[in-house]
C-alpha cells in the first residue's frame, strides 16, 4: 500500500531565524559548513565556553520551559514534502543529517505535553507546605510545576541532611536519591515540549507541528556526513561553486 511519509530519515536543522536578511542567513550556513560544527544555544546566565550542558532552576516552571534550560541543538523530523510550513516559521536555509547520524550524538525527540490538558476529578498532588493536597480539574501545566517545586525543596532538604550526616550509609542513600533525580532531569525532563492545543497550525506557539528532536552540547561533524541542504533556489548555484565536494543533496524549495 503506497502512503504519503509523516517522519523522515533525516534530521534538519534551519539556520538565521533571527537573521535579518537571507543574505545573512547564507553566510550563516555557509560558516556552519566550514566549521563542521552546529552550535548549541547557550543558557541564560552561564558563559560561551562553559562545559554546563543543563541548567535546573528552583523557582521556575517546567510548563513554559523557565526551569530546564539546556545547551541544545535543534532538529525536525518532517519529511521534504511537508516542510513549507516549518520553513515560513524558522528559515529556508537549512542543513540535514542522517537520522542514526544524529542517534550515535544522543539526539531524542522531545516528548510533547499539553499544558491546557485538564484531569478531570480529583487529583492528589504536593503542596507548598510539602503536604499532599486533593484539587479538582489540575491543569497539566499545575500539576508539572507542584511536581518540579516539591522535588527542588526535596533536593535541598536531601543535600544538607547528607552532608551534614555523619552516618555513612545514610549518605550513600541519599546520594543515589539525588543521583537519580538529576538522572531523571537529564533524560527525561530536559527533553519535556509544552505546548497549547488551542494554537493554529500556523502559529509560532504552536510546537507539536515541528517533530522536534533535541541533541545536548555541539554537533561536530565532517561535510560527508551531511545528507541534504535546503536553500532558496536563487542561492544554488552560488552555493555549488562555493561547496563543490560536499557530496550532498542540493533542495531548493520555497
Not at 537573521?19 to 552546529?38: F, N, Q, T, V
Not at 476529578?121 to 507546605?129: D, N, Y
Not at 501545566?141 to 545514610?170: G, R, V, Y
Request: net charge negative; glycine share 6%.
Amino acid at each position: 500500500m503506497d502512503y504519503d511519509p509523516y517522519t523522515s530519515d533525516e534530521l534538519t536543522h534551519f539556520v538565521g531565524k533571527r537573521c535579518a536578511s537571507d543574505e545573512e542567513r547564507y553566510d550563516r550556513l555557509a560558516k556552519i559548513l566550514r566549521e563542521g560544527r552546529l552550535r548549541a544555544s547557550g543558557i541564560p546566565g552561564i558563559g560561551e565556553g562553559s562545559l554546563a550542558r543543563l541548567s535546573v532552576t528552583g523557582n521556575q516552571r517546567l510548563s513554559d520551559e523557565t526551569a530546564i534550560q539546556g545547551q541544545i541543538v535543534c532538529f525536525c523530523d518532517i519529511p521534504l514534502s511537508s516542510l513549507a510550513l516549518h520553513m515560513r516559521k524558522y528559515s529556508h536555509f537549512g542543513v540535514a543529517f542522517p537520522k542514526s547520524f544524529l542517534v550515535a550524538k544522543g539526539a531524542n525527540p522531545v516528548f510533547y505535553v499539553v499544558r491546557d490538558a485538564v484531569l478531570p476529578g480529583i487529583t492528589l498532588i504536593p503542596s507548598a507546605a510539602g503536604a499532599l493536597e486533593l484539587r479538582h480539574d489540575v491543569t497539566r501545566a499545575d500539576l508539572m510545576d507542584q511536581i518540579h517545586a516539591e522535588a527542588m525543596a526535596l533536593s535541598t532538604m536531601n543535600h544538607d541532611l547528607m552532608f551534614d550526616s555523619k552516618d555513612q550509609d545514610l549518605q550513600k542513600l541519599l546520594f543515589r536519591i539525588e543521583r537519580l533525580r538529576q538522572l531523571l532531569y537529564q533524560t527525561v525532563l530536559a527533553f519535556i515540549k509544552p505546548f497549547d492545543s488551542t494554537e493554529s497550525e500556523d502559529s509560532d506557539h504552536n510546537f507539536y507541528m515541528e517533530r522536534e528532536w533535541r541533541v545536548y552540547g555541539d554537533v561536530l561533524f565532517q561535510l560527508g556526513d551531511v545528507r541534504r541542504i535546503i536553500l532558496p533556489a536563487s542561492y544554488a548555484e552560488r552555493f555549488k561553486r562555493d561547496f563543490q565536494n560536499i557530496g550532498a543533496d542540493v533542495t531548493t524549495l520555497g
